[in-house]
C-alpha cells in the first residue's frame, strides 16, 4: 500500500506554483487551429483499423442557474426549449463520428458531463441515450463504467430512476460547500437534504459509485465551517471525493466577477483548510489518488493505484486511459491515439457547423515522438507517484538519463529538498511530495516556459 501524504509547509511554499493539471500533456494551451476535420476522420480510421475500445464524452451545457466560481462552458437559461436544436445536432455529429468506427468497438466508458445533464427532460435523455446505443456499443451488461454528472436541485428518484434504467451506474454530484453563507456568495444554494436525497436514490437504485465534488477557497469561507462541511459529507459516506482549489480568475472567467474578492480567505487559511480536509478524510479512511482525488480503498482508482495500472486523460483518474476518448458536443475534447481535438466552444458555431453537415472540429494536436515520451512520464508520476527508467527506456528507446540530463539539477534539487528520491534507476515520490506531484510533472513539460502560467491554477 502507498504511504500516507505527509504535510509538510515548507515544501509546499517552495513549490506551490501555477501549472497544468495535466489531464493531457502537451496541455489544450497547445492545441492550434491547424488540426481539423482531416485529422480527425484519419485517427478514427485507425481507431477502427486496431479496434480500440471506446470512453465516450458528452457535454450537456444548460444550467438552469449560474454558479459564480463557474470555469465551465455552459449556457444559462430558465428556457427548456433552448436544449431541443443542441440535442438534434448532437444527433448529427454522433451519427457522422459512429460511421468512422467500427459496431464491434465497445463503449467501455461513457460520461455525460456539463452544464447540469439533468437540465433535459426525461423524453430528451431517453431519446438521446437511444441514439447513442444506435450508433456505438454500448454494454448492456452494466459492467461498463457509465457516469453523469448530478446538480441535487435538478434531481429527484424519478430522475434517478431513469438514469438507472438508462444504463448509467455511476454518478458525481456538485456541492461544493454546505455552509448557506458561502452558498449564498456564490448564487448556489443547496441543501444537505437535497444531495442526501439524490445519494440514497443512487443507493437504493444499486448505482456502482458516488462521487461528490467539493471546492475550498470560495468566499466566506473559514477552515472551521468547511471543515464541518467535510464531516457531513463523511456522514454521506460517498466512493469518491473530489477536494478542488478554487481559482479566481474573474479576468478569464465572467461569472467570477460577481465574486467579492474581499470575502476570498487567504492562501494561509486555504492552506489549513486543505490540510484539515486531508486530515478527516484519511482518518475517516480515504486514500489520496492525487490531484485533488480521493477513494475509499476498496474503490477502483485506488486499487488500479495499487497495481500500477490507473492512468489519466481528459476525464480525470481513470482506469480506461486504454481507450480511445471521444468527445462529444460543445467544446468537448478527444484524444484518439495521438490526435487531441476540440470541438468549437461558441454554441453558435458548433451548431451552425453540424447543420452543414460538417464537423465542429476547430483546433488541435497530433502528439511527436517527444510529446509522447513527455506524456508517458509525466503519466506515470501523476498516476504511480513513481517512474522506473527502465521501462521508459525500453518503450521509447532511448537512454533516459541522456535524454533528459539538462533537468537532472533541477531534479536533484527536488531530491535535496525531499520532494522525491533519485538515483540511476527511478524517480519516486516521497509522501511529502505528492501534494505537489504536479511541480515534479512540470519539470518535464518542454513547453511551460513558452507559456504563460497565469492561465493555471496553483498547485495547491
Known sequence: M??????????????DLAGPRYTSYPTAVQFNSQVGTFDLFHALRDSRKAQRPLSLYVHVPFCAN???????????????????????????????????????????????GGGTPTFLSHDELRQLMAHLRKHFNLLDDDSGDYGIEIDPREADWSTMGLLRELGFNRVSIGLQDLDPAVQRAVNRLQSLEETRAVIDAARTLQFRSINIDLIYGLPKQTPENFARTVEEVIS????????????????????????????????????????RTIEQLTAAGYRYIGM?????????????????TLQRNFQ???????????????????????????????????????????????????????DRLRREVIQQLICNFSLDFAEIEQQFNIDFQGYFGALWPQLQEMAKDGLITLDRERIEVLPAGRLLVRSVCMVFDAYLEQQNRQRFSRVI
Open 2 to 15: 502507498l504511504d500516507a501524504i505527509r504535510w509538510d509547509t515548507d515544501l509546499i511554499r517552495r513549490y
Open 66 to 112: 449560474i454558479c459564480y466560481y463557474c470555469a465551465c462552458n455552459k449556457v444559462i437559461t430558465k428556457d427548456r426549449g433552448r436544449a431541443l436544436p443542441y440535442l438534434q445536432r448532437l444527433e448529427q455529429e454522433i451519427q457522422l463520428i459512429a460511421c468512422h468506427l467500427d459496431p464491434k468497438q465497445k463503449v467501455e466508458q461513457l460520461h455525460f
Open 236 to 275: 454521506l459516506q460517498p466512493d469518491r471525493l473530489s477536494v478542488f482549489n478554487y481559482a479566481h480568475l474573474p479576468e478569464r472567467f465572467m461569472p467570477q466577477r460577481r465574486i467579492n474578492s474581499q470575502e476570498l480567505p487567504s492562501p494561509a487559511q486555504k492552506l489549513e483548510m486543505l490540510q
Open 292 to 308: 485533488d482525488h480521493f477513494a475509499l480503498p476498496d474503490d477502483e482508482l485506488a486499487i488500479a493505484q495499487e497495481e500500477q
Open 316 to 370: 480525470g483518474y481513470t482506469t480506461h486511459g486504454h481507450c480511445d476518448l471521444v468527445g462529444l458536443g460543445v467544446s468537448a475534447i478527444s484524444q484518439i491515439g495521438d490526435l487531441y481535438c476540440q470541438n468549437s466552444s461558441d454554441l453558435n458555431e458548433y451548431q451552425n457547423t453540424l447543420a452543414s453537415a460538417q464537423l465542429a472540429t476547430s483546433r488541435g494536436l497530433v502528439c511527436n515522438a517527444d
